[in-house]
């Protein structure tokens, strides 16, 4: 009885492990459409779950509804840049209608005091996110920046949140965007 019990146990945590992590692509992207090494100074990606970045992934200024995406998926890294650690992240979506949902987004961060779009231009837009938050006794205003672009029916928003209390980099997230951009072409 002890073994069956045993069996069972390990056959539920080996399910339960296999179902908790998909494998690369699952979603239906393949890992060629993200963000790689070479694009990110030599640091490898690594996939997001749900509790990483999930205000991000898609960008919802102050909760707002946006069309819901055919799939996605995302990835993070801590990168270098000019010798300070910077956190990115990539989120790449398939919509049925892309254009609908930068259409929405842009509306959303209109009403929304947290979210500014800093620069916007035909199916690209950089918003910039401010936070606030107590930190070590001070209150501490937050910049995240996100680049956001579409290319055919992917919609593709890389973030850069910066370090800690620093903020993220406006330019480092349009850099990375062309790049992110270039790749999710694959999936037109």
Do not use: F
């Not at 100074?41 to 779950?49: F, I, K, L, N, R």
């Not at 398939?94 to 961060?109: C, F, I, N, S, W």
């Not at 919609?155 to 349009?174: C, F, I, L, R, Y």
Request: one cysteine or more; a negative charge.
């Amino acid at each position: 009885m002890y073994v069956i019990r045993g069996l069972l146990a390990a056959a539920i945590v080996v399910l339960a492990g296999v179902t908790a992590t998909p494998a690369a692509g699952a979603a239906g992207i393949p890992d060629e459409a993200l963000l790689q090494a070479s694009d990110l100074g030599g640091v490898t990606p690594h996939a997001t779950d749900g509790d990483d970045w999930p205000q991000l992934r898609p960008p919802r200024p102050c909760g707002a509804g946006v069309p819901a995406p055919v799939t996605d998926r995302a990835v993070a890294a801590v990168i270098d840049v000019d010798g300070a650690p910077e956190s990115i992240m990539e989120y790449l979506a398939v919509h049925r209608d892309a254009g609908r949902y930068l259409r929405k987004l842009r509306k959303a961060v209109d009403g929304c005091p947290d979210w500014r779009v800093e620069e916007s231009a035909a199916g690209r837009l950089t918003l910039r996110w401010t936070q606030r938050w107590e930190h070590v006794g001070e209150e501490v205003t937050h910049q995240t920046y996100v680049a956001v672009a579409r290319t055919g029916r992917a919609v593709v928003v890389v973030a850069d949140n910066g370090w800690e209390t620093s903020d993220g980099d406006p330019a480092v997230a349009q850099r990375l965007l062309i790049s992110a951009v270039r790749r999710a072409s694959s999936l037109s």
